[in-house]
């Protein structure tokens, strides 16, 4: 195929550097924003007497069955010789409008155009991510919903610290997600800005209307507002990598703790088969693959966004070819964590918890310890005074292989001669929930609420 | 000294992990958080009937003594064995109030401590990140404004390309540190809201007012929604050393830029000698050290966000002890974004454009060939085809060595009939800048007019 | 302080910049190095001809008294203007010797020595590390040993998976570590060339003999080959924390696998106190920080090695000022790594493994399916079908809450006619344990052998 | 298509999670090494007689068919619904022997098998890349050669330091190149014991002879030594990759070095323009895109690294499904790094360097001082004066805009009294070079003498 840039050069290619040139393996996915651009570009250059009427009128129609064309089957790119999407394209539009076709570039570069490009396609792919978020909550949440009050052992450095509800642990995914989402939505808003327009680096030469280029393609902050750094910087790209990192890492821990959960161990959750498979060796396995991979993927995000930052320390201004390596990292994040959000929904919505096995576990393990210690408190003892007397108690139960509530008489009555109610009750695990009845807290009805208003939330979001 | 949680513990800590858990190291620098955080809960815990007024102003009192004293004469904190700064704080306080210090740790843990602590201490540091990019901002709008209409090369590929000005090219890093700039207020907008309540994971047991405990340490989101997630998550970490490494990517940036602006071979620009050093060895040295370290200490930051996102993937809920591992990437990312701002705006103030020989550069090298496609272009010549012609006058240009405007009389006439205007003055530096007037673009009158934007948007930050 | 490079500049440095450049405060770790490396260096130029013999031994006398100060009272270099070590240590020589110390830097340049001192210091720091790993080899394989008959489940996927023995399970983090060992060892080897004599960049202008050179300072590789790689190449830093970051990936898998060992949950392992730690809120708490800390820091490990390949990355020959950047993160991982691995063969030592709960834990779970599968295999069933049908038997046994030895009598005989044995003996974990005889296995007669072989792997390297 | 692990399971797979799961996509790379082991597999089946000699052959031609088939078309495993490479193959063998099939996988896990094709894909693979070293060290030779006597400006910080010769500065990526061959071979030594017969975790219940296994797939370290080591380890596979960020980042820094030879303003090298792309826009470009994108591609590669360690970190022991996530940054590590030698030696093959311009510069902007210093050494000044008092006499030249040797007589006589001799002759760029003929020097004989001992270790490589 013919090059976009033949004039000055005598030699061909070599056909190795060619092939290592060549980018339309990975940015045909850039086609549709392609095209989208081009027909933009083709109508302000008539606005601004570039081109005749006609002209634009051929040229959009071109382009836009070239689109149609691609979309019904994307094998017309397999096997071109193209360089890229953009040379792919402008040669379909030599076959479609003949010589017309070299009229389009006018006042163009690629530098613009795949910087407007990435920004078209990734607007829609990372509003997509935020919608997979939305359901990734709208699955914890329901599952919070229905585990609300239902005990749960919760840990701090993987021991059992103090009951939670299986609903409160679900809601601090929740958090977590939703920080994501407003991290997203920033991070969209921060490169709605167009750079079309600046050319190779300088600014076009023709007297195009940017704002009016910038709104046609729907960009809300108008303009890219220096050419250079329109066609230079790829923060963008990093900071839609960063939100994926942090979403792959709240992501970890959830399977982390799910894994753990639905150890033969603890055995607090089921997956549903649906997301689980076996070994071909041991016919027992019944393996949490699903969670397993999307914790493994955190690896392969973080991984992407070190590819970009380092590609991009240190280049010189403008463009580098270095930079054609953006793609690559932010389309893989893009899409894996795509994929993740979308089957830890469906290990969500299957996932079965062991409520009765979840609620003994919380009560066994001296996870009232910290209740004991305050009920010193209101008696008047120093915090940390109720503290090491409290430790004293659990390493004599240690020793007896009981609870605490469950220590001889006399040896309460002689470590806690101030406490004199029913200890059994002043410590069960309903009675150490609902006091943890603070904003944030674990008790069942701070968790109801919550649930509330993140269902609150969520419509607000439009769900 | 003595443990915060002795009473369970029989055996000493074996020294050599005393040494290895100990945080007091690092954490010192959490001081002053530690003891407002520490202030605002004893008023809370007032509040809430758990201790009475005459309390809380004693445990206040020694606080606010222990703040002072320690930021009068850090040394005390050297030599303590303190676990880390709560400790060392807690054992302060016992020195001067007694037993009564031992009742400030009711209803909180040190996880919530701890988190509280980071985010107060963030709040503060980030925001003089946050005014050291706006002096560096202010340091490039200067210069911009001196060199508006000064031209220089522009670059892609490190291959001549365009003229540019020199106060374009500085506008282009103002883009990056304004977005860099909105990063951080975003950041620190999110990350708003006060851990302090959620005790170690399920929430405190105490009643104490959280909103009115939030808005006593200016936390403006109010108390955190999910105490599991509040003592857990650390993405606001993550999230402002990304911010980080933007602002240290854009740095180097404008480093490589500048080293090589600084070359004998460019001689664009020269660095005062306050920031540069000469060689132990080679007497005519004058190297671009500031620069140089600038662009070096991008790797520091990438890898502190780097330990970071590692240490979180795929740990359980809630607290883990890998968790310590927070704060010395934070510190240090910290610590060299500011420092590198602080000596990137001192060179920038120090900078000396040669501008006789910028100018002289961008007159060299065929820049201006584009703009004689564009000239073809408007003789009705398609563009692509301009184009392949234009390639062809700098092959032949090349092989005389002289310039496009410079070639014969015979050869321009062959190669290019249609045009017949002095071709010296339609593509003179002056010409070619001055058609780049489009919104963003490198015209002079364009530059002018962003350096006024500029000016009125660091107004607006109270500049 | 006096520069080092004075002439050719007129202004001071900038204080800001000053504090900024000074390397003094880490590379202060080099002072024994540059001095063994001016040492040799001084007897050189004496060799050459360059000093006389009496001058020579006035600055080895001047130099070996600093570095005797020096280590005596490390405070000496508190507070130093020096820019760097090279500086502080000429400095204190003019002290000690007068203007002679202006000879020493004859024919050298700060590029050659302190490239010299950072591959001194590393061959001594990371054959320290390399003893360390030994000691761990050792504390783990001594454990092996107490244990190498123990049953313990096996997991994959977190999955109780096979039975084996607590020593196999050792000997798999011995074989990575041994490996690790290898590492280091090449590492070491393949940095042991002398860049003293490079000078600059262009090798020395005097005739010293650099072979000699390169054995006075114990470099079993002679001199390094060409003086531009001398100074400028750094992969031997990356390597040796490449090596670091290996040895903190396993370490982390370790603590992962000791933190699930000690929960409540599975019981297998007991920390002792001395490396344990509580919570300031909970009393009962026992927390393994320990191996959380060492797992955490992996991150750091991981976080220096992008660090030190961001830097490097399209930095061009030779010296750059960027490089001063590879000292922090090479010593920061050595430190942490030697700590580690210090830290993690004191918990090594105190891990108590509780044999009883570990061996009924492999007897539970179905660990024995494959057995199952496998005694079909010898009646002639093709392993497929085995498989298939041991686990609908497992299915079975789920619902009836059995182990399949237990499955009734009917049960057995219609789902594998085959089977006559008495499958509660041929399925006992002693049986499943020693069918796995092979090389490599988790047999107790092979995990014996094992730890002999390690015994005298160990006695090979000197242990 | 059948799972190899139905039994146990109830319901199907969700087909999201299904595709989320798929590796076939990827593995399938390993399918000739996934034949190999299984023929050797099934070789020691029948050696254990646990196989028939005429069932051993049926399976051996059976996979040897399936080998050859998928080679000779490569789409027949497009569209397998196989859940990956080993599915795929066993399946195709039920095809080709019945129900024979389903007795190759005695004693064998999918854990075993595919460590076993890992490695052995790796050990061609990264036997390549070692081959392509090999082949960009000779190209870098050649061009030594050549250029052995070319002066050439050495730098320091981007800046002038003293003349060198072409061929000295192509030699330090020699060595550095050397290095990392040294490396691989390290990497691939280390990496070779054979995982098969490890089984799931716990080594196979089969008497298969290990060590026979072993040679037959040509490992020659013998069987891996503990079980659950082989299965869960994948240090090799980091190191590997480790080693291709080696490779890249020295690729970078000869990136960088070239793409400033071949600017506008330096003018020393000038690509093939086989290697070489343009402009859509300015039709005067040339860009050095080969080397730029080789330079980017080190961002690629030092994120597959990171990728790597982030997945692994943390993982307990054995198998666990994140590890599915190693193969793609292996893989594409691999090919970048491969892809980046290939093209880099094609565009050292077509490097034209312009010598005359080359030697102009190395006698232009004070390369010499280090050598007027080192005349007065000779004279006896000590080495810090000779400095300064260089220095001085470079910034009185840099006023008058001369060379050392041009400054005017008195002032010459004036700041240097010592000297009598004819500085032009003794400061000329040939005397500097040959004083540098120390070894590792930049002196032409050195230069050539080391041309000369890189093809004998080139010869030694058997190239």
Redesign the interface.
């Known amino acids: 195929m013919k ?12 056909p ?2 060619e092939r ?2 060549q980018s339309l393996g990975f940015d045909r996915r850039l086609l549709e924003a392609d095209v989208r651009g081009s027909v933009a570009w083709a109508r302000e250059l008539g606005a601004a007497g ?1 081109l005749k009427a006609a002209e634009v009128e051929r040229l959009v129609a071109g382009l836009e069955a070239i689109g149609r064309e691609t979309a019904a089957d994307p094998s017309r790119l397999d096997g071109s010789t193209a ?1 890229d999407v ?1 040379s792919f394209v402008e040669s379909a539009l030599y076959e479609k409008v003949g ?13 613009d155009q795949v910087a407007t490009d990435l920004k078209l396609w990734a607007r829609d792919a990372f509003g997509r991510v935020r919608s997979r978020v939305e359901d990734l909550v709208a699955a914890l949440v329901t599952l919070a919903d229905e585990h609300a009050d239902a005990p749960l ?12 509800t299986i609903g ?2 679900l ?6 997600l939703a ?2 989402r ?2 997203l939505k ?1 991070a969209l808003a ?1 490169m709605d800005t167009c750079p079309l ?12 209307d ?2 009016t280029l910038a709104e046609r393609l729907g960009f809300k902050g108008g ?8 066609v ?2 790829r ?1 963008h790209a ?2 839609l990598v ?1 939100c994926c ?2 979403i792959a ?2 992501l ?2 959830l ?3 799910w ?2 959960f ?5 055995g607090f959750l089921r997956f ?19 969670m ?2 999307v ?6 995000v ?24 953006d793609k ?2 932010l389309f893989d994040a893009f899409d894996t964590t795509l ?1 993740c959000l ?2 830890a929904a ?2 969500a919505r ?1 996932a079965r918890f062991d409520r009765e096995r979840c609620a003994a ?1 919380a009560g ?4 009232n ?6 009920l010193l ?1 209101s008696e008047g003892v ?4 109720a ?9 004599r139960a240690l020793e007896l292989g009981v609870e ?1 509530q469950d220590l001889p008489a006399a040896t309460l009555a002689e470590l806690f001669p101030e406490l004199d109610g029913d200890l059994a009750s002043l410590l069960s695990v309903e009675k150490v929930l609902s ?9 069942p009805d ?1 968790v109801r609420a ?1 649930v509330r ?1 993140w269902k609150k939330r969520m419509a607000a979001w439009g769900m």
Request: aromatic share 6%; net charge negative.
């Open positions: 090059k976009q840039w033949g004039g000055r050069f005598e030699g061909q290619l070599d190795v550097f290592f040139n570039v360089e953009h010589e017309l076709a070299g009229r389009l570039h006018t006042g163009r570069s690629r530098n052992p919760g840990y701090t450095h993987l021991q059992r610290a103090q009951p939670i409160h642990h809601l601090a995914y929740v958090e977590m920080r994501d407003g991290r920033d921060r327009g600046a050319a190779a680096l300088a600014g076009t030469a023709f007297g195009v940017r704002p303009p890219a507002g220096n050419s250079l750094d329109a230079a910087s923060d990093c900071e960063f990192t942090q890492i709240h970890s821990r399977a982390e703790d894994i753990f639905s150890t033969h161990e603890a549903d088969d649906t997301v689980s498979t076996g070994s071909s060796l041991m016919p027992q396995k019944k393996n949490p693959d699903v397993e991979l914790r493994g993927k955190a690896g392969r973080i991984g992407d966004l070190q590819s970009l930052l380092v590609m991009l320390k240190g280049l010189p201004l403008a463009y580098n070819k270095d930079m054609q390596e690559e990292p994929a979308e089957v469906i290990a299957g576990a066994e393990g001296y996870l310890a910290t209740d004991l210690a305050d408190v120093p915090f940390r005074d503290h090491e007397r409290t430790g004293v108690a659990v390493r605490l006091r943890r009845c603070v904003g944030g807290g674990t008790s701070r919550s208003a």
